[in-house]
C-alpha cells in the first residue's frame, strides 16, 4: 500500500507518520499511563526520533507490509488494552509477553496479517523466518489496533510474538471482536487456520 519496492526509506514520511501517531498517544492520555509528564512525554519521543531517523537514513529494506511505521509504546497492560475499548477474559497470569527494556520502540514495515489469512500461525512463523521477518507481540498489535482500529472488522489478528499459557502448552494471542463489536484478547491454536484470522510480521525493530 505504502511502498512497492527495495529502496531507501523516505525520511520525511515516516516523520508524518511518528507525528501521527505520537498526537494519538497524547490524545488517549498514554503520558498518565506513563507517568510521565506531557513535557517529558514529547521530550523523549523527540529523542527516540532522532535516534531512529539516524539509523534509518540510509537503510534499504524490501518492502512487504502495509504499514511503514509503528510507534510502540509500554505501560501497564490492562489500561493500554482500555485504550483501545478491549477487554479479555483471560488470565494475565498466563500472559507472556517479552518485557521491552524501553518505554518506546519503532517497528518498520509492520503487515497486519491480511496477506497471512487462512494461513496457521505455525505457517505464517515458518515464512517469517525465511523472510526474516517477526511476529508483533502483545505490546505491537495493541499499538497497532491503537492506531489503525478498523482492521479487525477486515479480519482477526494473531499475535504470533507473545503466548497465553493454557493445558501446558503456550499458544498465540489473538485479537477479534466479541458481539459488540468491540475487540476482545484471546488466543489461537498453532497448527489451525481460519479464513478470517491473520499472524502480522514486521521487518525491523528500533
Not at 505501560?75 to 507472556?96: A, C, M, V, W, Y
Not at 498489535?141 to 502448552?169: C, M, N, Q, R, W
Request: hydrophobic share 40%; proline share 2%; glycine share 6%.
Amino acid at each position: 500500500m505504502f511502498f512497492k519496492r527495495k529502496g531507501k526509506l523516505n525520511i520525511d514520511y515516516l516523520k508524518n507518520a511518528f507525528d501521527s501517531q505520537k498526537r494519538t498517544l497524547i490524545e488517549k492520555n498514554y503520558p498518565a499511563i506513563l507517568n510521565m509528564s506531557l513535557e517529558n512525554f514529547n521530550s523523549t519521543l523527540e529523542s527516540l526520533w532522532k535516534s531512529f531517523s539516524e539509523k534509518a537514513n540510509n537503510l534499504e529494506i524490501e518492502i512487504k507490509g502495509n504499514v511503514p511505521l509503528l510507534l510502540v509504546a509500554g505501560g501497564e497492560l490492562q489500561e493500554r488494552i482500555k485504550k483501545i475499548n478491549g477487554h479479555t477474559g483471560l488470565d494475565f497470569n498466563n500472559i507472556k509477553v517479552n518485557e521491552a527494556l524501553e518505554k518506546f520502540y519503532v517497528l518498520l514495515d509492520v503487515e497486519d496479517g491480511k496477506k497471512m489469512v487462512a494461513k496457521s500461525s505455525k505457517e505464517a512463523l515458518k515464512r517469517f523466518s525465511k523472510e526474516n521477518r517477526s511476529a508483533l507481540n502483545l505490546d505491537e498489535s495493541i499499538a497497532l489496533l491503537t492506531y489503525y482500529p478498523k482492521i479487525l472488522k477486515d479480519h482477526y489478528l494473531i499475535t504470533a510474538g507473545s503466548f497465553y499459557s493454557k493445558d501446558g502448552e503456550d499458544l498465540p494471542l489473538l485479537w477479534l471482536l466479541d458481539e459488540d463489536h468491540n475487540p476482545e484478547l484471546h488466543y489461537a491454536w498453532f497448527d489451525i487456520a481460519h479464513g478470517s484470522y491473520g499472524t502480522a510480521s514486521c521487518a525491523i525493530k528500533i
